[in-house]
């Protein structure tokens, strides 16, 4: 393997721009890198070689001429096929869109282009971001580089797994219910769901839009920081980013924070939680103690696990979600309908509704139908007040839970998912139980918080486990300081997967 | 609640949501949304009166933009995914009789 692709997306830029290597340099190791090993991870949906060539040339020129290319210039970074852009195909891993070009591209991408990073393409997603393991992608699923029997986790499962294959530098990916924070835990590496509205989602293709955010997919902490710094911040074509001042992530990122103030939710810390898990999290708990961390227990008692005799988990948080969400994609996905643009029927239909049902009949997968269906029986006359009113008063019992946490605590510490990385198929023939891999962080989406995922060691059968720090809203700067203690303190950090399938070169 | 989602309920349900579905997943579908409905039935346990809806994570109300024209797609830009289009128009099957 190239040595390039061993550094992490700051190194890189450092040795792009004390003129060690070029941007362009560092595209070809990573095309290369594709090409030798994409086959089997089937991270990307498209790699966008000749827009990436462009980019890394320009970047190239400009520090040739002594200009400035900005925070992330010459980054190979890898977009969720949610992310518009006006080059290559925006398909959300749907046959709905398999051909659809956006007309413009996403506030979040055009802010990493704008800062020099070199988009390589677009990565593979459960279809419209419905699911936690990519196996709901039109393109079949993405593969965990860790083990590759096994799931990379999702809906961003092709950003994780390109990340942690070192098929990129960085991604991006978006989070509706854990899509950002689960599969970097399941691939041993960092991922970040912002606050709601820090980041814009102009461009980013719909899914629940009170929960979605878009964020970064690391190998470290402070390549999040890196990227959080330039995609945050207010956007007019948004209305429902905020207008805040963004802070420097970077600036302070290595500085401890003194007299840190460490929440343990005890709801996600029962017996039901993978033994081993439990121990990581214990560990990592440890860790912040020595470092001079107070540590005590809270308690979210609206987002408790509840095992029942069967072992079968259950949690008002996932009830609450899967209203909430649905209710919204069922909304947002009405606009698909073989008329404007995405899939059409090639029946003949005999007038417009038919042609409005076949169509979406045709170019939507079975969790998209389900959700779509599920939502639309909760908006649904004599339903409404019943399901969807009584989950948006959950909601607010369970942002109130965060909000009393964060009267005594800076951030709130758990896993961040109940098992390592599960099989392919262990989970596709019950959509509840795909469900359940969301336990610990669909509360946070709920609630608007951001939060982070980060390794924190590995199980007995090699795959990583994650933690994740929940803060309060707009402390993103708290968040990855927490995080940048634990990877310092406990050398926990650039986990690399072992060489499976890898040529020996 | 009670939830009985019948093959009736679940053909009304792809009815409202424009999804056309076969006797097999009408079949499959009334099983699994009524596990899903089950599930969350829970929700019905939990004491909400008095308790505000909340719709949004971020409480912002009637964010405006100045009135002032901007740039918008070209009708070309518009039209460019259109499955079936006539000069600057999306075609859609006939939706009003000959008589």
Redesign the interface.
């Known amino acids: 393997m190239n040595n390039l692709l061993k550094l992490s997306a700051l190194e890189l830029k450092n040795a792009i721009s004390r003129g060690d290597t070029t941007a362009t340099e560092a595209l070809e190791a990573y095309l290369h890198e594709i090409s030798v090993q994409d086959g089997a991870l089937r991270a990307y949906n498209e790699v966008l070689v000749d827009e990436a060539r462009d980019q890394a040339r320009r970047i190239d020129d400009m520090r040739k001429i002594g200009e400035s290319p900005g925070l992330l210039a010459g980054i190979p970074i890898a977009i969720k096929n949610n992310l518009c852009t006006t080059w290559g195909r925006t398909t959300c891993s749907s046959k709905m869109l398999a051909n659809f070009r956006a007309p413009y591209t996403a506030t979040a991408v055009a802010r990493i282009r704008q800062a020099g990073a070199v988009v390589l393409g677009k990565t593979n997603m459960d279809e419209f971001a419905m699911g936690s393991s990519t196996e709901n992608s039109a393109h079949g699923a993405s593969v965990n580089p860790w083990d590759l029997s096994r799931v990379p986790g999702g809906s961003s499962g092709g950003s994780a797994s390109a990340v942690a294959g070192s098929l990129c530098s960085a991604a991006l990916g978006s989070d509706t219910g854990g899509s950002i924070r689960q599969p970097a835990a399941l691939c041993g590496i960092v991922g970040l769901k912002p606050t709601y509205g820090r980041v814009s989602r102009y461009g980013l293709v719909a899914y629940g839009s009170s929960l979605d955010q878009i964020g970064p997919m690391t190998r470290d902490v402070a390549d999040c920081a890196a990227v959080m710094n330039v995609i945050a911040g207010h956007d007019p074509a948004d209305a429902t980013s905020l207008d805040r001042p963004v802070p420097d992530y970077l600036a302070n990122l290595d500085e401890p924070i003194k007299g840190l103030r460490i929440g343990l939710p005890r709801e996600f810390l029962s017996d039901a939680l993978d033994p081993e898990i439990h121990r990581a999290i214990e560990n990592a708990v440890e860790v912040y103690r020595s470092l001079g961390a107070e540590v005590k227990e809270v308690s979210l008692p609206h987002s408790r696990i509840d095992s029942g005799a069967g072992g079968e988990l259950s949690s008002f948080a996932v009830a609450c979600y899967y209203i909430v969400a649905t209710a919204e994609a069922s909304s947002n996905l009405a606009r698909y309908d073989g008329v404007h643009y995405g899939h059409r029927t090639e029946r003949d239909a005999a007038d417009i509704i038919d042609l409005y049902s076949r169509s979406r009949a045709e170019g939507f997968g079975d969790e998209v139908k389900r959700r779509i269906m599920l939502g639309t029986y909760v908006l649904s006359s004599g339903y409404y007040d019943a399901y969807y009113l009584k989950a948006l008063k959950v909601r607010r019992l369970i942002k109130n839970d965060f909000d009393e946490a964060f009267e005594t605590c800076d951030i709130l510490l758990c896993p961040t998912t109940p098992s390592p990385a599960f099989k392919m198929n262990e989970k596709t023939a019950d959509p509840l139980e795909m469900y359940l891999a969301d336990i610990y962080t669909i509360s946070v989406n709920l609630a608007g918080v951001p939060a982070i995922s980060i390794p924190v060691g590995l199980s007995s059968r090699n795959l990583p486990i994650g933690m994740q720090l929940i803060g309060g809203v707009f402390r993103e700067d708290v968040v990855l300081r927490a995080a940048r203690m634990f990877e310092k303190a406990s050398g926990i950090c650039r986990l690399t997967p072992p060489p499976l399938g890898r040529d020996a070169e | 609640?009670s939830n009985k989602i019948t093959p009736e309920?679940?053909r009304h349900?792809?009815?409202?949501?424009?999804?056309?579905?076969d006797d097999q997943?009408v079949e499959m579908?009334g099983r699994?949304?009524g596990?899903?409905?089950r599930?969350?039935?829970?929700?019905?346990a939990?004491n909400?009166d008095g308790?505000?809806?909340?719709?949004?994570?971020?409480e912002?109300h009637n964010?405006l933009?100045d009135d002032a024209p901007g740039q918008s797609?070209t009708a070309d830009?518009?039209l460019?995914?259109?499955?079936?289009r006539d000069n600057d128009f999306?075609m859609?099957?006939?939706?009003l009789g000959d008589s």
């Open positions: 609640m309920v679940v349900i792809g009815k409202l949501a424009r999804i056309e579905l997943q579908l699994q949304l596990d899903i409905l599930y969350v039935d829970k929700l019905q939990l909400t308790v505000a809806p909340m719709a949004h994570a971020v912002i964010v933009a797609l830009e518009a460019a995914n259109a499955p079936a999306f859609v099957p006939k939706v």
